[in-house]
């Protein structure tokens, strides 16, 4: 099995950073996109980022230009660079992992999730 690690959520003020981390282990030969999606009190679970293994990213039009995804592929781990963090960005932050390979069964492909890390920032 796979398993996803989520690290570095926390309180923050605004305008303030965090950098988010997420490991994945386990019996993987390759992950395609590996992302970070966000939920906030009664909303939906929204993609905040994702990269692939081939370095190209897709952001939320609510992030751009204040959050950088970025990934390294030899130890299966996605970061997520926040800036200029806002009250609104405040919500349970989730890795993903998307087709993602394993040694033992390489036709087929699965979706992995953390367990999610609280970012909380304040006014």
């Known amino acids: 099995q796979v398993q996803l690690v989520e690290s570095g959520g926390g309180l923050v003020q605004a305008g303030g950073s965090l950098r988010l981390s997420c490991a994945a282990s386990?019996?993987?030969?390759?992950?395609?996109?590996m992302g970070w999606y966000r939920q906030a009190p009664g909303k939906q679970r929204e993609l905040v980022a994702g990269?692939?293994?081939?370095?190209?990213?897709n952001y939320a039009d609510s992030v751009k230009g204040r959050f950088t995804i970025s990934r390294d592929n030899a130890k299966n781990t996605v970061y997520l660079q926040m800036n200029s963090l806002k009250p609104e960005d405040t919500a349970v932050y989730y890795c993903?992992?998307?087709?993602?390979?394993?040694?033992?069964?390489?036709?087929?492909?699965?979706?992995?999730w953390g367990q999610g890390t609280q970012v909380t920032v304040s006014s």
């Open positions: 386990g019996s993987i030969l390759s992950i395609n996109v």
């Open positions: 993903n992992a998307d087709k993602v390979r394993l040694l033992l069964r390489p036709y087929e492909t699965y979706t992995y």
């Open positions: 990269i692939t293994n081939g370095g190209s990213t």
